[in-house]
């Protein structure tokens, strides 16, 4: 039952106590309405706003870098403080950096805020963002994106200089990535004698069990797989935040039928993700309410040149991308619950490129099929995941069926993501489907792991399953990456773009979107983003009456 | 006795040995673990290093080796996923699922013995026809949808007004085919505490009812099987001489079917039973997954989606050994009701 545990439900809510009391006599009710009435008579908590979520998975471990991952991400936005911050329009916030000036082309300089506390109660300094840039940098999951830093160093109790290798213009896309830690916390050995501030994927170490930062949470019980209980920080530092919640308790709700009955039955309050063929079940809810967004994570697929002869003639490469009918996967298939895609930057990115439009043309592809001589077309495997994405292994299907209007016959295999992953690091298959969303929310990061020109010594193209390569193309990303002007960075990442739809490098379908549900009451549409990381500290839970 | 036992213990540690065995041989195909443990844009070196520290990249034989050493001595390795000795997670997440299938069994016994002897004592009642014709339904609706159906009528409620809600009789029964739900729809909700890592449901009233809409789910495929069970093995006892004898010579029916018949009747039952309740176990996967009940179905599930390849190394040993010690239990049990049976195979 859920009326002991929950202090907003039970004080001042008479209709919700009916929902949970009055159940009609059906053969089986009547014998459970029994246990039901009593338990609702049980002593009502004290009266404090708590939020009861379900996501589809808790997070991993309580060291925020451990793993560069959505629940770890989300984890750190509840438990701490970036630097800076994404507003839902995508600019950058201040946080717990209050401002920053460029010293010169390699150095930035922050100012940090004052009279800022740790859970613990040590006070923050510019020492905490030194001791946890250096640890970034160490961890395996971080280390390559933060690779451009070269150092940090505190100037003074408040104020932190970082410098790149080389002129880096997304430092503050990576200051977004700087949740300070608390590095008296987390230093000295724990009573194993080991390092306090260790990251290991491999065995517990204290930083996976202790948490202390300066967020607007604190984690009072954790139960892996069960349950994260968060009470809200007494001495948080932002007096301006409307968040009126106390206590969060996250559990994760795996299956997506049940977490979405969970939130209809009142289980819960707030759910994410929204399982795409329950979207229409809770917008009718009268006691939920839905929220969708377009999302950042682009859905593609590789055409390998290596494997396959004909992909390396850049008009059967144009056929396949003229046979895809984007906008019919978008709404037939996924129910409108995604943006049909040209290429990789979803718009409010720098390299966002508006010409470039999904082109379906099935007599055009069929006339480039011809011109190239594969008018008979010719016979391709594809491989892709079918619990990764929302609907992938159906949305291969379709593509190996319009595929089939072009004369390809397209041998597919669908598997579960934990073997599908290990097929794509081998290439299984001549077409293979990925999601991608850039950690740095910038156009660039697409490119250098997608397009680029695959080098094992650099790491650069790790994810390039198509085997493309453009020196021409790589060479513009890297200028790109060392312009610090904005305009021209963006005329530059725009012109990329261009270049792979031209090349049709890989062949785009969507960016997936993103919903979340709650209960009426929950004040969700100002907290959450594209980056599906709610900024739960600032959510409102209005009374009910 | 004894040597029954220690036949058993070692039959168990047969069974452990060899299910260990498969799994570590299937391992490769479960998936890369490392995928799960790091993030998209790690580096392929940085995957490299890691694999090695975990020592995947040895031989079979060497991993294998490795393994059963430290099984020996009791050490069945990190889960992945949890960072915490494998054994430590499985037995905090068995209480969870003992409890339901304790809950399970209950339902069954208290529903499928008096509903097997009425329709054996009385075949041709409509009550018994109802009976069959249900657990028919019951057999064939998979256990996951039972689920469903259950969360949608009691969980979240549903109204359905066929009938016009204007009039008296029809607003009554509108209500009549509606629900309001209420029941809670995953979970254990706050259990308590007993000791070590388990924790109970069947303390407070409260608890009980997280238990019940799963309890029935789960039971839902068993209880059909019984109450049939029981019904063709009564019906075959009833026609036996010594029923025949007892009623000529004038012992109370109510004697005869729940003193004399019953007991011969649950002989072939409980043999049944005790096999069933390992495979309860098995079943406890689907319906943990969609009542999300924190037991080691639902951690097993996960499991397999991580590739935590030691906690499902582990997981499947310790269900191994249930089904052995389970097996044990029923033998010794009949043993004691049926004293023709010698467990040792010596003659009587």
Request: charged share 20%; with cysteine.
């Amino acid at each position: 039952m859920v009326i002991t545990t929950v202090g907003r439900d039970t004080d001042n809510n008479p209709s919700g106590m009916e929902r949970h009391m009055t159940i009609k006599k059906t053969l089986l009710a009547s014998v459970i309405g029994a246990a039901m009435t009593s338990a609702a008579l049980a002593p009502a908590a004290q009266a404090e706003t708590t939020l009861r979520m379900a996501y589809d998975a808790d997070p991993v471990s309580l060291d925020i870098h451990q793993q560069l991952s959505g629940g770890i991400l989300q984890l750190s936005h509840m438990t701490f403080d970036p630097l800076v911050r994404w507003n839902k329009d995508l600019e950058i916030e201040p946080r717990l950096a209050t401002g920053w000036e460029r010293v010169d082309d390699t150095t930035l300089r922050m100012n940090l805020r004052e009279d800022v506390e740790f859970h613990s109660g040590n006070t923050f300094t510019a020492k905490d963002v030194v001791w946890t840039i250096e640890r970034l940098k160490r961890s395996p999951d971080f280390k390559a994106i933060f690779e451009p830093i070269e150092s940090a160093s505190a100037v003074d109790e408040h104020t932190v200089e970082i410098k790149t290798k080389k002129p880096y213009p997304l430092l503050l896309n990576l200051a977004t990535y700087i949740f300070p830690m608390d590095s008296q916390f987390y230093s000295g050995e724990d009573e194993s004698g080991k390092d306090k501030g260790t990251i290991s994927k491999q065995g517990s170490t204290y930083a996976s069990s202790h948490l202390s930062g300066t967020g607007p949470y604190e984690v009072t019980d954790r139960q892996q797989g069960v349950r994260v209980v968060f009470e809200r920080n007494d001495e948080y530092w932002d007096e301006q935040s409307p968040g009126n919640v106390d206590k969060i308790e996250l559990t994760p709700i795996s299956e997506n039928a049940t977490r979405v009955a969970a939130l209809l039955s009142g289980d819960v309050d707030f759910i994410a993700p929204v399982p795409p063929n329950d979207l229409e079940r809770v917008r009718e809810d009268d006691n939920a309410k839905l929220v969708t967004m377009t999302g950042t994570r682009i859905i593609y697929f590789y055409m390998n040149q290596d494997r396959v002869e004909p992909f390396k003639d850049k008009r059967v490469r144009q056929a396949f991308a003229y046979a895809i009918n984007q906008e019919g996967i978008a709404d037939r298939l996924m129910k409108g619950f995604a943006t049909p895609a040209a290429q990789f930057s979803p718009e409010g990115y720098a390299g966002h490129n508006p010409e470039l439009k999904p082109r379906y043309d099935l007599e055009k592809a069929k006339q480039l099929m011809a011109e190239a001589g594969y008018e008979d077309g010719f016979e391709i495997t594809m491989m892709a995941p079918n619990n990764r994405y929302v609907n992938d292994a159906k949305i291969a299907q379709a593509i190996a069926a319009m595929l089939a209007r072009i004369n390809v016959t397209v041998d597919l295999k669908t598997l579960p993501k934990a073997q599908y992953w290990g097929e794509l690091d081998d290439r299984a298959a001549d077409m293979m489907m990925l999601g991608w969303h850039a950690d740095t929310e910038d156009s660039a990061n697409f490119f250098e792991y997608m397009t680029a020109c695959p080098d094992p010594e650099t790491g650069a193209g790790q994810y390039n399953a198509s085997n493309y390569c453009n020196p021409e193309l790589d060479k513009l990303v890297a200028d790109a990456n060392v312009e610090l002007d904005k305009q021209k960075r963006a005329e530059m990442l725009q012109q990329a773009e261009k270049i792979v739809y031209d090349d049709a490098a890989v062949i785009m379908l969507h960016w997936q979107d993103l919903a979340w549900a709650a209960d009426t009451n929950v004040d969700l549409e100002p907290i959450v983003n594209v980056m599906n990381f709610p900024y739960l500290g600032d959510l409102v839970v209005e009374e009910e009456d | 006795m004894i040597a029954f036992l220690i036949k058993r213990l070692f039959h168990a540690l047969l069974v452990m040995f060899v299910i260990s065995v498969i799994a570590f041989a299937i391992q490769d195909n479960l998936g890369d673990p490392i995928q799960q443990m790091v993030g998209q844009s790690v580096p392929e070196s940085e995957r490299e290093a890691l694999r090695e520290e975990l020592g995947l990249n040895d031989p079979f034989l060497v991993q294998y080796l490795r393994f059963a050493v430290n099984a020996a001595h009791f050490d069945f390795g990190y889960s992945y996923v949890f960072n915490q000795p494998t054994t430590d997670v499985v037995l905090r997440h068995l209480p969870a699922t003992l409890e339901l299938v304790a809950a399970t069994t209950f339902l069954i016994i208290a529903l499928s013995v008096p509903i097997g002897v009425y329709s054996a004592i009385k075949p041709r009642a409509w009550l018994s026809r109802f009976f069959m014709g249900v657990s028919i339904v019951g057999i064939s609706i998979p256990v996951f949808l039972t689920a469903i159906v259950l969360i949608q009528i009691f969980a979240i409620g549903v109204s359905w007004s066929p009938f016009p809600a204007d009039t008296g009789w029809g607003a009554w029964l509108n209500d009549l085919i509606s629900t309001e739900g209420g029941m809670p729809a995953y979970g254990r909700g706050d259990p308590v505490h007993v000791f070590g890592t388990w924790e109970t449901n069947f303390a407070s009233l409260e608890g009980l009812t997280y238990l019940v809409l799963p309890a029935i789910s789960l039971a839902s495929i068993m209880l059909p099987l019984f109450i049939r069970l029981i019904r063709a093995e009564m019906l075959e006892v009833l026609q036996s001489d010594y029923v025949k004898f007892a009623r000529a010579k004038g012992i109370s029916p109510r004697r005869i079917y729940f003193l004399h018949a019953l007991k011969n009747t649950m002989l072939p039952v409980i043999t049944v039973g005790g096999v069933q309740i390992g495979t309860l176990v098995a079943y406890t996967i689907l319906t943990e997954t969609v009542f999300q009940w924190p037991g080691m179905g639902l951690m097993f599930l996960d499991a397999i989606e991580r590739s935590d390849i030691p906690l499902i190394v582990t997981y499947l040993m310790i269900v191994g050994l249930i089904f052995v010690i389970t097996n044990t239990l029923v033998d010794l049990i009949y043993g004691l009701i049926n004293p023709t049976v010698k467990l040792t195979g010596k003659p009587a």
